[in-house]
């Protein structure tokens, strides 16, 4: 398993795709120890890379549905999940992740672990979605939510980044009212690990 993590992390530095960083990492495996989910929703798969890491790290009985878009990306998550042990446990739900949550929400499953690693743009959106979905003490992280120190502090926001920034601020702001709380992790881009307090 960890040759073919490490065989991952080289294709996805030789073709540019964001996985969860190094620095992040550590963060990550960190919360999904303590949880042990049995049943995970992941929004972003890429190449599958953070899907392998929560099969070899969740529960034995472990079972991730994962959302992606891109049918190429598609193509390599399965390659590689295909060749571990986990190739019965991660199911890949291709297309835009809005509408996959609502075909999810029509199944009735519920899901005890959620990881949103997609458009950053589109989180409250998401998070909205997973609400009916989400199991008591449900955990749900978010990736890059401190996006590259612009969320939080003075740094001034790059235009291109604004609306990015903006909604990511809104997020940040939904998952810390009640029933929810929130801790946000710095490591790496900033991971927000968000709890029901009620649950
Ligand atoms: C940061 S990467 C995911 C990394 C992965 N979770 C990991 O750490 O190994 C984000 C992924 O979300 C996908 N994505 C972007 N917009 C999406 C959408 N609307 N629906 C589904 N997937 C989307 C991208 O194609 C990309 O592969």
Same mark, same amino acid.
């Given at each position: 398993m960890d040759e073919l993590l490490r065989e991952m992390e080289g294709y996805a530095a030789l073709h540019h795709v964001p996985i969860i960083n190094e620095r992040g990492r550590q963060a990550f &495996?960190? +919360? #999904?120890q303590e949880a042990r989910?049995?049943? +995970? &929703?992941?929004i972003g798969t890429a190449i599958g890379y953070s899907s392998l890491l929560m099969a070899q790290h969740g529960a034995a009985d472990i079972d991730i549905t994962t959302l992606e878009l891109s049918d190429e990306r598609i193509k390599v998550a399965q390659g590689y999940i295909d060749r571990s042990a986990y @190739?019965?446990? %991660?199911? %890949?739900?291709?297309? *835009?992740? @809005?509408e996959n949550l609502l075909k999810l929400q029509m199944t009735g499953q519920k899901f005890d672990f959620v990881f949103i690693d997609a458009a950053k743009g589109q989180y409250v959106d998401y998070f909205h979605k997973i609400q009916p979905m989400l199991a008591d003490k449900a955990v749900i992280l978010a *990736?890059? #939510? &401190?996006?590259?120190?612009? +969320? /939080?502090? *003075? +740094?001034?926001?790059?235009?291109?980044? /604004?609306? %990015? #920034? /903006?909604r990511l601020r809104e997020y940040i702001e939904l998952v810390s009212q009640p029933p929810y709380v929130t801790e946000i992790l710095e490591n790496g881009d900033g991971l927000a690990v968000t709890r029901r307090l009620d649950t």
């Amino acid at each position: 398993m960890d040759e073919l993590l490490r065989e991952m992390e080289g294709y996805a530095a030789l073709h540019h795709v964001p996985i969860i960083n190094e620095r992040g990492r550590q963060a990550f &495996l960190q +919360v #999904v120890q303590e949880a042990r989910p049995h049943r +995970v &929703l992941e929004i972003g798969t890429a190449i599958g890379y953070s899907s392998l890491l929560m099969a070899q790290h969740g529960a034995a009985d472990i079972d991730i549905t994962t959302l992606e878009l891109s049918d190429e990306r598609i193509k390599v998550a399965q390659g590689y999940i295909d060749r571990s042990a986990y @190739a019965d446990r %991660i199911h %890949i739900m291709g297309g *835009d992740a @809005a509408e996959n949550l609502l075909k999810l929400q029509m199944t009735g499953q519920k899901f005890d672990f959620v990881f949103i690693d997609a458009a950053k743009g589109q989180y409250v959106d998401y998070f909205h979605k997973i609400q009916p979905m989400l199991a008591d003490k449900a955990v749900i992280l978010a *990736d890059n #939510v &401190l996006f590259r120190g612009y +969320v /939080k502090g *003075d +740094v001034p926001t790059p235009r291109r980044f /604004k609306t %990015i #920034v /903006k909604r990511l601020r809104e997020y940040i702001e939904l998952v810390s009212q009640p029933p929810y709380v929130t801790e946000i992790l710095e490591n790496g881009d900033g991971l927000a690990v968000t709890r029901r307090l009620d649950t």
